[in-house]
């Protein structure tokens, strides 16, 4: 699965050449939540798995966009107003999982592993392309990076059929980000994190989401009024200065994550 926001540090392993083998231990499977595209999302949310809604979002011409980033972040956002501006939004639902994998059976095998997500097809490859494999990053043992197929050589990926997931993950990110708005509205769901400074996550319920999802218009309005929760004075003033409806006040309906400056 891809990073955890709290990923545990490992001795950096710094090589020109990246080969991996997984040795089937299950911490991958444990502890992190799977992003998913939307179609998956409908399927673990109809099947009873509970999902987290992730957001982050940003000024086109402003906070939160690394100019490096600029391409990416925009063909996965989508533009909502927030206050008397206006704020890229990004959104992601991912399977919550709180301990293994409701799908990891006692032996740490995957029993859906050919219906398994685009996510975890690609692991341990990131999806972003701003985002470096490091596999002190990762949950991994030592040994699962000590020999098997080359993942990367010189920078290189070697697979092509992982570039192909990993570009058909992109792709959905870039289809589904209206849809996924749209569900946002419909749950109620209103407050956004400035990228980079953090996420602010919903829990909605099992049945909310999964009737959301079956639910959703393509072509439902998504022009519903965003809110942007800042914790740091001084970056909040900044915000509403350029127009933005902001709260510092401590989250109730949502949980504030925020990121460690490095």
Not at 169 to 188: H, M, N, P, T, Y
Not at 210 to 217: T, W
Request: net charge negative.
């Amino acid at each position: 699965m891809p990073s955890d926001l709290s990923a545990k540090k490992k001795p950096e392993t710094v090589s020109l050449s990246t080969p991996f083998n997984c040795v089937g231990c299950g911490k991958c499977c444990t502890d992190h939540h799977v992003p998913l595209t939307l179609a998956e999302a409908g399927r673990w949310s109809a099947s009873g798995g509970q999902l987290i809604v992730l957001l982050e979002a940003f000024f086109e011409q402003g906070p939160g966009l690394p100019e490096d980033q600029r391409e990416h972040a925009l063909r996965r956002s989508f533009a909502v107003p927030c206050g008397d501006s206006q704020i890229h939004l990004a959104v992601t639902f991912a399977a919550y999982n709180v301990g293994p994998c409701r799908n990891l059976d006692a032996d740490y095998r995957c029993r859906i592993y050919t219906e398994r997500p685009l996510v975890c097809r690609i692991y341990p490859m990131e999806i972003n392309p701003h985002i470096p494999l490091r596999p002190e990053a990762k949950d991994c043992p030592p040994e699962a990076w000590q020999d098997g197929p080359l993942l990367i050589h010189r920078d290189q990926l070697q697979d092509p059929e992982l570039a192909t997931l990993i570009e058909r993950s992109r792709q959905a990110d870039r289809e589904d980000i209206r849809a996924k708005v749209a569900i946002c509205q419909q749950l109620g769901i209103d407050a956004s994190a400035l990228k980079g400074n953090g996420f602010t996550a919903y829990l909605p319920t099992v049945e909310a989401m999964a009737k959301a999802i079956r639910e959703v218009d393509a072509s439902a309005d998504t022009g519903s009024a965003w809110r942007l929760h800042v914790a740091d004075p001084l970056l909040a003033e900044h915000l509403r200065m350029l127009g933005a409806q902001v709260n510092s006040e401590p989250a109730t309906y949502y949980s504030f994550i925020a990121l460690q400056a490095g």
